[in-house]
């Protein structure tokens, strides 16, 4: 169950999260894209150094690679992407791996592809990731919610005018409300300031 205490995202959000004791209403305050990086933010590995090829999926759904070494990602990713999903939100994936190829395999096996209407996987700058999903989904930076476990990618695309939320432990629900707080607070002092 994810916890959100203060915001009220979509009505079928909040209907999912029916028994969270936890919730109270608040005016419609949510990002139109919420992004996400993958290594150390939605797994616990880089794709690119600690996990190889090929990877292969057992008939109780765990994920394998090439030395039997299991492919774990963390514990509450699925709960809070199939939410979001559920809930009608935009998500996309933004990670500077080499390991294209790889990273969008596992994000398969996971069952995560019905969940990422954009992925921008590819070395290199995350501005130029940023860039890329503005333009393909049209959502302005400042409706963009994103999380990552770098301080140097918070940097590069906060100065965008994007909400970033560091995730030094990778996601789980008490990061992601504390995104959701984050994007919040930052659109009700943006509104302040206007008025």
Same mark, same amino acid.
């Given at each position: 169950?994810?916890?959100?205490?203060?915001l009220v995202l979509k009505s079928s959000f909040v209907r999912?999260?029916?028994?969270?004791?936890?919730?109270?209403?608040?005016?419609? @305050?949510?990002?139109?894209? *919420?992004?996400? /990086?993958? /290594?150390?933010? %939605?797994?616990?590995?880089?794709?690119?150094?600690? @996990?190889?090829?090929?990877?292969?999926?057992?008939?109780? =759904? $765990? +994920?394998?690679?090439?030395?039997?070494?299991?492919?774990?990602?963390? $514990?509450? +990713?699925?709960?809070?992407?199939?939410?979001?999903?559920?809930?009608?939100?935009?998500?996309?994936?933004?990670?500077?791996?080499?390991?294209?190829?790889?990273?969008?395999?596992l994000t398969k096996l996971f069952n995560w592809d019905q969940?990422?209407?954009?992925?921008?996987?590819?070395? =290199?700058?995350? *501005?130029?990731?940023?860039? $890329?999903?503005?333009?393909?989904?049209? !959502?302005?930076?400042?409706?963009?919610?994103?999380? /990552?476990?770098?301080?140097?990618?918070?940097?590069? +695309?906060?100065?965008?005018? !994007?909400?970033?939320? %560091?995730?030094?432990?990778? *996601?789980?629900?008490?990061?992601?409300?504390?995104? %959701?707080?984050?994007?919040?607070?930052?659109k009700a002092k943006t509104k302040q300031n206007n008025n």
């Amino acid at each position: 169950m994810i916890l959100i205490s203060s915001l009220v995202l979509k009505s079928s959000f909040v209907r999912s999260l029916g028994n969270c004791k936890t919730f109270s209403s608040f005016a419609m @305050v949510e990002p139109k894209l *919420i992004v996400f /990086d993958l /290594d150390y933010t %939605l797994w616990p590995f880089w794709v690119d150094t600690h @996990v190889d090829p090929p990877f292969h999926k057992t008939s109780d =759904g $765990k +994920v394998y690679d090439a030395h039997q070494q299991r492919v774990k990602y963390y $514990k509450e +990713v699925p709960d809070i992407l199939n939410h979001l999903h559920k809930s009608g939100f935009q998500l996309a994936i933004a990670s500077r791996t080499s390991a294209i190829a790889e990273a969008n395999e596992l994000t398969k096996l996971f069952n995560w592809d019905q969940y990422f209407q954009y992925r921008q996987i590819f070395p =290199g700058s995350k *501005i130029t990731h940023f860039k $890329k999903l503005h333009s393909l989904s049209g !959502v302005p930076y400042e409706e963009m919610l994103f999380y /990552d476990d770098e301080h140097r990618n918070i940097l590069d +695309v906060s100065s965008l005018g !994007v909400t970033c939320m %560091l995730v030094p432990d990778g *996601i789980s629900q008490k990061a992601f409300q504390e995104g %959701l707080e984050l994007f919040k607070n930052r659109k009700a002092k943006t509104k302040q300031n206007n008025n």
